[in-house]
């Protein structure tokens, strides 16, 4: 693969063959790199480049002692080639196959099956080598390496700390590029940053400021120790979710268990299907785990799986076969999350999709990755899985006596996931059902709860308000009637995010453009009856 060191390989039997260590038949060669940009160069007539192919095999031949270099040896296939013209590597082919020359080529596999493993003739004349991707330890052996002429060429020091991060932190957060590559990149810009800012040491704090330019993921949650964090999630998670405890502590304890290490490393750090009636809370846990997780709730990506219905609708996940339209555009899914590895992929409303479509989900939630329709691979050990589905909702919502989770564990909670299970086995696979980490269950709302969401809806209404230089005060009474006003058993807290929005807002709005509030002023909530009105404070 490019980057794990091919060219380094190479360069290390130069060095072998130069030594005292090399063996009689290998004692006295010359390793000579091709350029064969250099022999094109300048070609204009037909037979030029043949002519000077030619007169370096004649001087290999003559030499006896060359062993040629030849980097991206995919190149060769076509290089030269016109109408009536034969291209190097059909050149190549016969003092090959005679042992008048010795080559060393390197190319990836992706390049090798397009090129060279159609052409059986030139094929069977190499034989292959995988270099696989050097372990952490080689890695960071290969980074001690090079680290003298990093720091001759930046004018820096780099710390035995930042080589470690760079190797382990390339690692864990960098899936589309391969050791030791990312880990020298990473070294190399950040000397290069801290030149410029005039440092003179390269730490693991500034290795972390590379990966998170890169990545997106603030620094700090890539140096700090995660234990706090991850140990009082439930805390942080229900500063955003309200009234869903038991769908918070499942959630919790399932990220726990995969960021410490004890879940399968090539699988999502978790997969969830979330069930329950809309409004009460699957969509906002969901950018509340992206924030504690990933540092920020816009890491999510939503895919409505109502647009997923047709047996075709696989294409727009993985992209298009080859000869069909949209073919370069790539898939919607495996785009978003190759160029946003580390995020929260919500499949909303998955009872939707087409059953196909639920095999990729088996894909991804099984082996961790997908291979989109150009044949990259793509990861998803970075990201975490949730489904969300209406399966079981009339179950959660209706039901006398009334269903739901209880505080002791009873009767009622067994009996209402005994229905949700029976529907279901109903609706998915066996198969898709045994992938899932955690089968998590919304509740429906209380009007407590309600108004404990209309307190919070207004605390950000409130700062709205203030990044405009006014001040919104709403007495008790307010958030009262709008969690009255709000309150509805069957849609959750939507209503009242509406209700907030047309008394309040829409309000303010209008008061504002009539010059009525302008910066500096406190607006005043009050009740007059049966209806929210809102004055400025004093009038």
Sequence with gaps: EPGVGKTAVAEGIAAYIAGSDAPDSMAGKRL?????????????????????????????????????????????????????????????????????????????????????????????????????????????????????????????????????????????????????????????????????????????????????????????????????????????????????????????????RGRVGLSDPDRPIGSFLFLGPTGVGKTELCRALAEVVFGESEAMIRLDMSEYMEKHAVSKLIGSPPGYVGYEDGGQLTERVRRKPWSVVLFDEIEKAHEDVWGILLQIMDDGRLTDSAGRVVSFRNTIIVMTSNVGAKSISDGRPRMGFTPDGGDEAQLMRARINEELRRTFKPEFLNRIDETIVFRRLSRAEIR???????????????????????PDQVVDFLAERGYDEKYGARPLRRAIRSMIEDKAAELMLTDSLGRGDTVQARIDGNELILTKHGV
Aim: proline share 3%.
């Design 32 to 256: 000579v790199a091709l350029d064969l940009p250099a022999l094109l160069a300048g070609t204009k007539y037909r037979g030029d480049f043949e002519e000077r192919v030619k007169a370096v095999l004649k001087d290999v031949k003559k030499a006896g002692d060359v062993i040629l270099f030849i980097d991206e040896m995919h190149t060769m296939i076509g290089a030269g080639s016109a109408e009536g013209a034969i291209d190097a590597a059909n050149i190549l082919k016969p003092a090959l196959g005679r042992g008048e020359v010795q080559i060393i080529g390197a190319t990836t596999p992706e390049e090798y099956r397009r090129h060279i493993e159609k052409d059986a003739a030139l094929e069977r004349r190499f034989q292959p080598v995988k270099v696989a991707e050097p372990s952490r330890s080689d890695s960071l052996k290969m980074l001690g390496a090079v680290r003298q002429g990093l720091e001759k060429h930046h004018g820096v020091k780099i710390s035995d700390a930042a080589l470690t991060a760079a190797v382990d932190l390339s690692a864990r957060y960098i899936n589309d590029r391969f050791l030791p590559d990312k880990a020298i990149d990473l070294a190399d810009e950040a000397a290069a940053h801290i030149r410029v800012s005039g440092g003179g040491l390269v730490t693991a704090e500034d290795i972390a400021a590379v990966v998170s330019l890169w990545t997106g993921i603030p620094v700090a949650n890539l140096s700090a120790d995660e234990t706090k964090r991850l140990r009082n999630m439930e805390s942080i998670l229900h500063r955003r979710v309200i009234g869903q405890n038991e769908a918070v502590t499942a959630v919790s304890r399932a990220i726990r």
């Design 452 to 474: 404990s969401i209309a307190e919070r809806m207004l605390l950000t209404v409130a700062e709205r308000f203030k990044a405009l230089g006014m001040t919104l005060s709403v």
